[in-house]
Protein backbone atom coordinates (compact mmCIF):
# COMPACT_ATOMS: atom_id res chain seq x y z
CA UNK A 1 0.00 0.00 0.00
CA UNK A 2 1.20 3.29 -1.13
CA UNK A 3 0.88 6.14 1.23
CA UNK A 4 1.70 10.06 1.08
CA UNK A 5 2.47 12.32 4.13
CA UNK A 6 0.07 14.60 5.27
CA UNK A 7 0.36 17.86 6.83
CA UNK A 8 -0.80 17.85 10.33
CA UNK A 9 -0.20 21.05 12.28
CA UNK A 10 3.70 21.76 11.82
CA UNK A 11 4.23 18.20 11.84
CA UNK A 12 3.68 15.01 8.73
CA UNK A 13 1.51 12.15 9.52
CA UNK A 14 0.71 8.94 7.65
CA UNK A 15 -2.53 8.07 7.69
CA UNK A 16 -3.61 4.41 8.41
CA UNK A 17 -6.43 3.06 6.96
CA UNK A 18 -9.05 1.46 9.37
CA UNK A 19 -9.04 -2.39 7.93
CA UNK A 20 -5.31 -2.14 8.59
CA UNK A 21 -5.68 -0.71 12.19
CA UNK A 22 -8.28 -3.51 12.94
CA UNK A 23 -5.65 -6.35 11.50
CA UNK A 24 -3.04 -5.14 13.72
CA UNK A 25 -5.34 -4.18 16.86
CA UNK A 26 -4.73 -1.12 17.61
CA UNK A 27 -7.19 1.78 18.26
CA UNK A 28 -6.91 5.25 19.79
CA UNK A 29 -5.26 4.52 22.75
CA UNK A 30 -2.69 1.78 21.85
CA UNK A 31 0.56 2.33 22.78
CA UNK A 32 2.97 2.37 19.84
CA UNK A 33 6.28 1.57 18.96
CA UNK A 34 8.11 3.23 16.30
CA UNK A 35 11.22 2.21 14.92
CA UNK A 36 13.74 2.57 12.05
CA UNK A 37 16.11 0.24 10.39
CA UNK A 38 17.71 3.09 8.53
CA UNK A 39 15.80 2.45 5.25
CA UNK A 40 12.45 2.46 6.66
CA UNK A 41 10.21 2.74 9.73
CA UNK A 42 8.23 0.56 11.78
CA UNK A 43 5.11 0.94 13.55
CA UNK A 44 3.26 -1.45 15.62
CA UNK A 45 1.68 -2.02 19.17
CA UNK A 46 4.24 -1.41 22.26
CA UNK A 47 5.31 -4.67 23.77
CA UNK A 48 3.95 -4.60 26.76
CA UNK A 49 6.47 -6.33 28.38
CA UNK A 50 8.84 -3.84 27.10
CA UNK A 51 6.90 -1.12 28.21
CA UNK A 52 7.16 -2.24 31.63
CA UNK A 53 10.79 -2.90 31.76
CA UNK A 54 11.44 0.09 30.79
CA UNK A 55 8.92 1.99 33.16
CA UNK A 56 10.64 -0.03 35.94
CA UNK A 57 14.09 1.29 35.27
CA UNK A 58 12.57 4.95 35.12
CA UNK A 59 11.63 4.65 38.07
CA UNK A 60 14.39 3.21 39.81
CA UNK A 61 16.53 5.53 38.07
CA UNK A 62 14.89 8.48 39.30
CA UNK A 63 14.59 7.09 42.57
CA UNK A 64 18.06 6.36 42.67
CA UNK A 65 19.29 9.77 41.05
CA UNK A 66 16.18 12.28 41.54
CA UNK A 67 17.50 14.32 44.29
CA UNK A 68 20.73 14.57 42.75
CA UNK A 69 19.20 15.34 39.50
CA UNK A 70 16.75 18.09 41.29
CA UNK A 71 19.59 19.72 43.12
CA UNK A 72 22.04 20.39 39.42
CA UNK A 73 18.73 22.01 38.02
CA UNK A 74 18.47 24.33 41.21
Known amino acids: MNQKLV??????????????LDLLGIG???PLDVRT???????????????AKFNDALEDFNQRFGPALRKLAE
Open 7 to 20: KHGDKWAVVIDEST
Open 28 to 30: PET
Open 37 to 51: DGVQVLIGPADPTRT
